[in-house]
């Protein structure tokens, strides 16, 4: 079955260390797509990738990074930069035309000890 | 400014009952609205996907309504089971580079 595969599904950063998030698409999707869900909140969007080797800031950028070697995967970093780094993170892939609208994956809930 | 309300934050309501979710934006220009289901501690799913000359639009037991005069969209649940119990999130792409923007999302609880 095709889809979009987010690992781990819980993680804890200590202060200080940075962590790296995991997303993986089966979709032949060529967009792929982060984003931060805090609370009470709209999604917000930290990066976006429409083509492999090549990605853009989104609203939230500072204190993550991100690369797209592959058109499958799209790891987000989680640097010490960023300093509340606690939400839970969805990955997302479409099509260029987004026909049929954003497939996501099942998230990554990122807490700091 | 662009901006996607949505109401009520929360809802509670018996198993086989009716209810209606409500959205309100002011995205301009206006390309397509969308609703999503979100599971506790899943990614969202699309349920529907409007465009400007869209008023309905249905799936199964959800019925999405548009009004792009008012700017505003309804997702209506009939005959609610368990399962609906959920987040309800309205997203309006559109605005100058037309992004995606968020509702903060309904909160759907479904009691037996």
């Known amino acids: 079955d095709g889809g979009i595969t987010q690992s781990p599904k819980y993680l804890f950063r200590k202060e200080g260390q940075n962590v790296t998030l995991s997303c993986e698409q089966n979709?032949?999707?060529?967009?792929m797509y982060w984003y931060r869900q805090d609370p009470g909140q709209g999604l917000r969007l930290i990066y976006y990738?429409?083509?492999?080797?090549?990605?853009q800031k989104g609203d939230i950028a500072e204190g993550y990074s991100v690369s797209r070697e592959k058109k499958e995967s799209f790891p987000l970093t989680v640097t010490s930069a960023q300093k509340n780094p606690t939400a839970f993170y969805l990955c997302?892939?479409?099509?260029?035309?987004?026909?049929?609208?954003?497939?996501f994956g099942s998230g990554t809930r990122l807490t700091v000890v | 400014k662009n901006q996607v309300e949505q109401s009520p934050q929360s809802l509670i309501i018996l198993e086989g009952k009716n209810c209606t979710l409500q959205?309100?934006?002011?995205?301009?220009?206006?390309?397509?609205l969308r609703w999503y289901k979100q599971d506790t501690g899943r990614g969202p799913v699309s349920l529907t996907i409007?465009?400007?000359s869209e008023n309905t639009k249905s799936n199964g037991r959800y019925t999405a309504t548009l009004d792009a005069d008012t700017k505003q969209s309804s997702l209506h649940i009939t005959a609610s089971q368990l399962s609906d119990s959920a987040s309800y999130i309205c997203?309006?792409?559109?605005?100058?580079?037309?992004?995606?923007?968020w509702g903060a999302g309904t909160k759907l609880i479904i009691k037996p």
């Open positions: 997302a892939s479409s099509t260029q035309s987004e026909v049929g609208g954003y497939t």
């Open positions: 979709l032949n999707h060529d967009a």
């Open positions: 990738s429409q083509i492999v080797n090549d990605f």
């Open positions: 959205c309100n934006y002011t995205v301009s220009p206006f390309s397509n």
């Open positions: 409007m465009t400007f």
């Open positions: 997203v309006v792409s559109g605005g100058s580079n037309y992004q995606l923007i």
